[in-house]
C-alpha cells in the first residue's frame, strides 16, 4: 500500500515535471483576461490521472498551487492558482475514474462523473448571462454521454476530459466575470477548435508517454541482463 502510494506521488512530480515544461508553449488569453492564457499544460496536467491516479493528481497539483505561493502573493495569487488549476483536477478525476478504466464496471463512479457537466449546464444557466447563453452548455453532454456509455476509445475520453475542465472553468468565470452573452455564443466555434487541439495534444501526449515508458521498460531489462551475466 505505502509503495502504491510512493509510487503514484512520484508519477504526479514526474508529469507535473513534463507540465511545467510544456507550460511554456503559450496560446493565445482567455477571452476576458489579460493574465490567463491557453498553454501546453492543459494537454499534459490532466494524464497524471490517467497514470497515477488520485494520488498522482492531487500531489501534482499541491506542489504546483506550492510553488506559486508567495510571501509577496500568499494572499492573491494563491487563490488565483487554486482557483486556475480546479478545472485541471476535475479533468484529472475523470481520467482516474473513467479513461483509465479502473472503475469501468463501477455505475455509481460513472453517474457521478456524469452529474459534473450535467451540474456545470445547470450552474451556468442560473446566472443572468449565462442563461441568455444556454447553447454554450451543449459541448459538456459530451462528457456525460463519454462517462455512461461504457467505451474505450482514447480520442472521446480526451474530448471528455478536456471539455470537463471546459465545463468547470466556464462555470467559475461566468460567475466571477462579466461577459456579454453575444460573446459567448460567439466562442462557440472557437472552442470546439481549441478542444479538438487539446483532446488530440492529450491522445499524442499518451503515444509518446507510453513509448517512453516502452523503452524505459527495455533499456532497464537490458542493463539488469548485463549486471547479471558481469556478476555470475
Known amino acids: 500500500m505505502r509503495g ?36 501546453g499544460a492543459s494537454m499534459i496536467a490532466p494524464l497524471a490521472g490517467a497514470y497515477g491516479g488520485i494520488t498522482a493528481l492531487l500531489s501534482m497539483h499541491i506542489i504546483r ?5 508567495t510571501p509577496d502573493s500568499l494572499l492573491s495569487w494563491s487563490h488565483i492558482a487554486l482557483a486556475y488549476h480546479i478545472p485541471t483536477v476535475c479533468a484529472g478525476v475523470y481520467w482516474a475514474w473513467i479513461g483509465s478504466g479502473k472503475y469501468y464496471t463501477w455505475w455509481s463512479v460513472r453517474i457521478g462523473m456524469a452529474l459534473l457537466p450535467l451540474c456545470c449546464m445547470m450552474l451556468f444557466s442560473c446566472d443572468p448571462i449565462g442563461s441568455q ?78 513509448r517512453g515508458i516502452c523503452y524505459l521498460s527495455r533499456i532497464y531489462a537490458f542493463s539488469h541482463y548485463i549486471v547479471s551475466s558481469l556478476a555470475s
Open 4 to 39: 502504491t502510494i510512493i509510487r503514484d506521488c512520484g508519477t504526479g512530480i514526474v508529469i507535473g515535471a513534463l507540465t511545467w515544461c510544456v507550460g511554456f508553449i503559450r496560446g493565445s488569453f482567455i477571452v476576458g483576461s489579460k493574465m490567463a492564457f491557453f498553454s
Open 65 to 69: 498551487v506550492s510553488l506559486m505561493c
Open 133 to 210: 447563453a444556454w447553447q454554450y452548455t451543449l459541448f459538456w453532454l459530451i462528457p456525460a454521454a463519454s462517462a455512461l456509455i461504457p467505451h474505450k476509445h482514447l480520442l472521446f475520453h480526451a474530448y471528455a476530459s478536456t471539455f470537463i475542465a471546459h465545463a468547470v472553468g466556464s462555470v467559475l468565470w461566468v460567475w466571477t466575470h462579466t461577459m456579454p452573452p453575444t460573446l459567448w455564443l460567439g466562442l462557440i466555434p472557437v472552442v470546439m477548435i481549441e478542444r479538438t487541439a487539446i483532446a488530440l495534444g492529450m491522445v499524442c501526449s499518451m503515444v509518446c508517454i507510453e
